[in-house]
């Protein structure tokens, strides 16, 4: 527990000052930058590891559901311990213990000593440390930042979030291909770079003392954020809403890969044309704080619920391998000012006390029907055909569309971000 006395963020910048002049603010994105790009190191070199091993496509995504697995299983109770706990020793010890579980993959690998069991073991246990940081990160973010800033600060977030996604994996796989140790020990020195970042924070990170969670029972303190999330039109109508898209992008994804290798395109290609989104994705981080301050957060909402339907249905009827990739890339461009509107509005109305719980009760929303998307996808265009598929999810998302329209809980979000 932290000294209540220090609380106060003496030496705030002003709402047009770089973000980057805040020291604390500086630590805690280089922490967060490290991990993130430690882990999209893995999004490749663990499938590769595993496919260069078992040469078993089911082991891959063995890996990877397993540490989606272990994150779903502890970020409810994670988010709870941010609010009772230090999040300062949260935010350490969960990079820490992915550090040494990615270190025992370099061991093996180096000692060509390579199971399936091994590698799906350590998958799980990063995303039970994943589970359990995620909540004290974003928590210790609204410490860190002054409310006028907070836009910026998911902007720049986007950003960063956004070019990790089009390096990492690349790298990952460049790295692979020169030494299958290689990207596993990048990733191990990564997460002890985390470690680093967060400790050049100096202001604390709460909870403070009489401020923290009652010394409840766990299911009980995670039942007051779930409870706080209910009471809330707009968190009930964007926990339900995140997770529908959520599941209708993954789907939509999956469906962009099998249209393009319909067409005939390569597996180079394909990537390539993934790789689109992302640029998308990068260009709308980057005016992300223009398009949420001008653009009134209801408006954005609803504009991108009808953009899905658009995107859908023009995958199954307009030709060419490369369209495909510029429709993903106009999706992908307001997603990123989208959630700029949604996480700043968040991190406004909830107090500090349950800022932990409620961020990972809704990072758990968005995750929870995620799955159900390419599984749909897969099922859809195996009985009936991508194109039909895209239909079907065309008409899902209308439905997402209508709601958006109807709901009171979006009212809230009636004036731009600023």
Known sequence: MEDASRTAPAGRERPGGLLFRNRDYTGWWIGDTFADFGT????????????????????????????????????LFGGACADRSSRRALMITGPIVQSAAVGTVVAAVMADQVALGHLAAVGFVQ???NGMTQGAQLAALRRLVPAEQMPTAWGQYEARTMTIRLVGPALGGLLFGLARWAPF??????????VI??????????????????????????????????????????????SLVAACHTGLVLLVIVLVDGRGGSAALVGAVSSAGAIGGLAGALLSNRIAGRVPGRRLVIAVSWLIVAVALALGSVPGTWTAGALLAVLMFLNSPLN????????????DELMGRVQSAMSVAALSLQW????????????????AATAVFACAAAVLAVATHLSRGLRSLDAPTR
């Open 185 to 194: 020990l990048i990733e191990a020195v990564a997460f002890l770079g985390s």
């Open 372 to 387: 159900l998307g390419p599984l749909t996808a897969g099922l859809l265009a195996s009985a009936f055909g991508p194109t």
């Open 197 to 242: 970042g967060t400790a050049l924070i100096r202001r604390p990170l709460g909870p403070d003392p009489g401020g923290a969670a009652p010394r409840e029972p766990v299911l009980a303190s995670i039942g007051a954020g779930l409870r706080f999330i209910r009471g809330n039109a707009y968190l009930r109508f964007s926990a339900l809403w995140v």
């Open 340 to 351: 700029v509107v949604l996480a700043a509005h968040e991190m406004r109305i909830v107090p």
């Open 40 to 75: 999209a190191l893995s999004l490749v070199a663990y499938p590769l590891l595993v496919l260069a091993v078992t040469g078993s496509v089911a082991g891959a995504g063995t890996v990877q559901a397993a540490a989606i697995v272990g994150s779903l299983a502890t970020m």
């Open 127 to 129: 995303g039970l440390a």
